[in-house]
């Protein structure tokens, strides 16, 4: 980040109240509710790090593949909570969807909506 002029993320209070707020709640439902945000968070995670690893692939490589080596944590995240609950399920429908939902409001409070316009660029441009 200082070799990059960035600064950190201002808004981890909201990051960490968030995911506290979100593991309790979750975590009412027991093992599922807790495997059902874990896939809901990855899936989130994962297709906003891939609109990164594109946007940064010919403006910043090494950025690229310090994303990558993130993405590649979380997709193992991903696949063991895949492989643990139903998706199917209404119920993990939606709860996943909420999570998700809830997910997607972090991330743009956390980049003041940068994400939602980077995403609007990325789709334009295919």
Same mark, same amino acid.
């Not at 809901?40 to 950025?63: C, F, G, K």
């Not at 956390?110 to 316009?117: L, M, P, Q, V």
């Given at each position: 980040?200082?070799?990059?002029?960035?600064?950190?993320?201002? #808004?981890? @209070? @909201?990051?960490?109240?968030?995911?506290?707020?979100?593991?309790?709640?979750? #975590?009412?439902?027991?093992?599922?509710?807790?495997?059902?945000? !874990?896939?809901?968070?990855?899936? !989130? @995670?994962?297709?906003?790090?891939?609109?990164?690893? *594109?946007?940064? %692939? /010919?403006?910043?490589?090494?950025?690229?593949? !310090?994303?990558?080596?993130?993405?590649?944590?979380? =997709? %193992?995240?991903?696949?063991?909570?895949?492989?643990?609950? /139903?998706?199917?399920?209404?119920? #993990?429908?939606?709860?996943?969807?909420? @999570? #998700?939902?809830?997910?997607?409001?972090?991330?743009?409070?956390? !980049?003041?909506? =940068? *994400?939602?316009?980077?995403?609007?660029?990325?789709?334009?441009?295919?």
């Amino acid at each position: 980040m200082p070799d990059r002029l960035a600064k950190p993320c201002r #808004a981890m @209070v @909201v990051w960490n109240t968030g995911g506290d707020l979100l593991g309790l709640l979750t #975590a009412a439902f027991g093992r599922f509710g807790v495997i059902v945000c !874990t896939a809901a968070v990855e899936r !989130t @995670v994962h297709r906003h790090l891939v609109e990164q690893i *594109s946007y940064l %692939a /010919n403006r910043d490589w090494e950025l690229a593949e !310090t994303i990558r080596d993130i993405q590649r944590e979380e =997709d %193992a995240h991903l696949a063991f909570a895949e492989a643990n609950h /139903n998706p199917q399920s209404v119920p #993990a429908r939606l709860l996943g969807a909420f @999570v #998700a939902m809830a997910t997607e409001v972090l991330i743009w409070i956390s !980049t003041r909506g =940068d *994400s939602a316009i980077l995403r609007k660029q990325l789709s334009a441009a295919h």
